[in-house]
C-alpha cells in the first residue's frame, strides 16, 4: 500500500535553512520512503536533527563539522545506545552520498564529509559484549518451539499458524504479516511475500518453502477464518503484538524480536550440514558469493528438495 508523505517545511527546524537544501532533504527523503516507509521515519528525525545542529548550508558542511557533531552531540546524548549512534553515522553516510550524486549531475565534485568508521569510534560499556557462552539464548532450542507449537495449537489456530510459519519459514515479521492469500501455493507448498512496501528487502519477491505437513493447518485455516480479507492475518500485526502467544513468549522465552526465529533455523540449517549459498537461496538473503548471485538459478521445483534435505524441524508438525 502507497504511504504518501508530506514534504519536510521550515518550522521542522530550529535554525534557519535555505529552499535548495529542503529540496535536497525532501528529494533524499522521498527515495528513502520508495524503498521503505519505516525507513523514511527512521531517517527522517536523524537527518533533520544532524542538519538543524551543525546549521551549516549542506554545501559547506566537512568532516569536521560531521565528526564533531557525531562525538560532540551524539555520542553525549542521553538515550542513545552504541548501536543508534552507529546507525546514525550510517544515515548521515547515505544522505551525503546522495547528495554527491545530485552534485555529480551539474559536474560539481563533493566529498562527503561523513568520517570513516575508525575515525569516529563511539564509547560503549564493556557490558555491551557478551560472552560466547552467555548467547545461547539468542537462538531456540528445538524443545522450546516444539513446546510453543504445541501450546499453539491448543489455543489458537490463527497463532498456530502464524509462528508456524516463523518457526519454518524463517520470515521477518514484516514479510510474515504481509502475506497475500492469492500468494499462497498449498499444492506446491510455498509461500511467495514481500512486495508490499513495508516487507520489501528488494525488487524481487521472497519465496518461502513450508513442510507438507503443515499443509493441512494452514489449509483449515484459510477456509475457517471469521474475518475474510486479501490477508492471510487480516489486521496485521495489531492482533499479534498485542497480548495472547506475544506476551506468552516474552516471558517464557524472553523474546525480544520475530528475528529470532530466522536466526534460529539459519543456525540449524548450518548443523545440518547446508551450504552458505543453499541457506542464502532458502532465506532470500542477498548472495554473499558471485555464484549465488549471478550463476546459481533455480526455480522453486529445483530449490524445493534442499529444503525437504536441511529442513530441521521434520517431526514438528505431526500432531
Given amino acids: 500500500m502507497e504511504i504518501k508523505i508530506k514534504p ?18 525532501n528529494g533524499y527523503l522521498a527515495e528513502v520512503n520508495e524503498r521503505s516507509y519505516g525507513a523514511y521515519k527512521n531517517q527522517k528525525g536523524a537527518i ?33 545506545n552504541f548501536k543508534t549512534k552507529k546507525t546514525y553515522r550510517s544515515y548521515l ?23 570513516p568508521k575508525n575515525l569516529v569510534k ?17 537462538v531456540f532450542t528445538k524443545e522450546y518451539l516444539l513446546d510453543l507449537l504445541e501450546r499453539t495449537k491448543k489455543i489458537s489456530l490463527r497463532d498456530f499458524v502464524f509462528f508456524g510459519i516463523e518457526i519454518a519459514c524463517g520470515m521477518r515479521i514484516s514479510e510474515c504479516v504481509s502475506i497475500k492469500i492469492e500468494n499462497i501455493n498449498l499444492n506446491e507448498c510455498f509461500i511467495e511475500t514481500g512486495f508490499e512496501k513495508e516487507a520489501r528487502k528488494s525488487k524481487k519477491g521472497l519465496l518461502f518453502f513450508f513442510p507438507n505437513n503443515f499443509k493441512p493447518y494452514l489449509e483449515l485455516y484459510m477456509t475457517t477464518r471469521k474475518k475474510q480479507s486479501i490477508w492471510l492475518f487480516p489486521g496485521r500485526t495489531s492482533h499479534i503484538l498485542k497480548g495472547g502467544m506475544y506476551s506468552y513468549c516474552k516471558e517464557k522465552y524472553n523474546l525480544t524480536s520475530f ?44 530449490r524445493r528438495p534442499f529444503y525437504d534435505k536441511f529442513f530441521p524441524y521434520k517431526e514438528f508438525f505431526c500432531f
Fill in 8 to 25: 519536510i517545511t521550515q518550522n521542522k527546524f530550529k535554525n534557519s535553512i535555505s529552499n535548495e537544501d529542503l529540496e535536497v532533504i
Fill in 259 to 302: 528475528h529470532s526465529f530466522r536466526r534460529t533455523l539459519i543456525t540449524n540449517y548450518i548443523k545440518n550440514g547446508c551450504d552458505l549459498l543453499i541457506s542464502e537461496m532458502l532465506m532470500n538473503h542477498k548472495p554473499s558469493s558471485v555464484e549465488g548471485a549471478h550463476y546459481v538459478k533455480l526455480n522453486p521445483k529445483e
Fill in 122 to 138: 563511539f564509547t560503549e560499556d564493556s557490558n555491551a559484549y557478551k560472552k560466547v557462552s552467555e548467547q545461547e539464548g539468542e
Fill in 48 to 80: 533533520i536533527e544532524a542538519i538543524d545542529t551543525i546549521n551549516r548550508p549542506i554545501s559547506m558542511i566537512n568532516m569536521v563539522d560531521v565528526k564533531g557533531y557525531l562525538k560532540n552531540h551524539l555520542d553525549t546524548k542521553i538515550g542513545l
Fill in 93 to 115: 553516510n547515505s544522505f551525503f552520498i546522495y547528495y554527491q550524486g545530485i552534485l555529480l549531475e551539474k559536474g560539481i565534485v563533493y566529498q562527503n564529509p561523513v568520517p
